[in-house]
């Protein structure tokens, strides 16, 4: 349902600019960073589709992100478990920050969501969720294979 916590034994996926990938193709803390107009990271959560593997969620994601805007065949899919983001940035955080992350379902994007307590001029928790990245896939598969990290 909207608004709804997604299990931290989940997965989410976020759509990374060219723009924020580094020498090797992996996201930077800048993919992960918020613009000073928004009150969430967007994310997608992958578990929403039920495959069986990563690489067709993302797909299936990637197929989504394409029908809502323009996505590049540079930008790349960062793949991050919930509970091991939070619990980072629980521990590595002065104030323990609990991080929340919440389904948020559109017409056009059922799998939508967002990680939520943490503001655009913040510069730890963005490194601390890059840090947490499990797998990059290309935003527009399938042209190559993901890499893990």
């Known amino acids: 349902m ?3 916590e997604i299990p931290n034994t989940d997965h989410v996926a976020r759509l990374c600019r060219y723009t924020t990938l580094n020498e090797e193709g992996c996201p930077g803390p800048a993919a992960f960073t918020l613009r000073e107009s928004e009150l ?3 994310i997608n959560w992958l578990e929403y589709f039920r495959y069986d593997t990563s690489e ?6 990637s197929s989504v992100l394409r029908k809502k805007r323009t ?3 540079s930008a790349r899919i960062a793949v991050i478990n919930i509970g091991e983001m939070k ?3 629980y521990d590595e955080t002065s104030d323990k920050r ?3 992350v919440k389904h948020k379902p ?3 994007d059922r799998s939508y ?3 939520y307590n943490f503001r655009f001029d913040e510069e730890l928790i963005p490194v601390l969720i890059c840090q947490t990245t499990k797998e990059i896939h290309p935003a527009c598969i399938p042209q190559e294979k993901a890499k893990k990290v």
């Open 71 to 73: 996505v590049k065949s």
């Open 40 to 42: 969430y990271l967007s």
């Open 113 to 115: 969501g967002g990680v």
């Open 98 to 100: 609990n991080l929340s």
């Open 56 to 61: 067709k969620a993302v797909e299936k994601i």
């Open 2 to 4: 909207r608004d709804d």
């Open 106 to 108: 559109t017409k056009k």
């Open 87 to 89: 619990q980072k940035v």
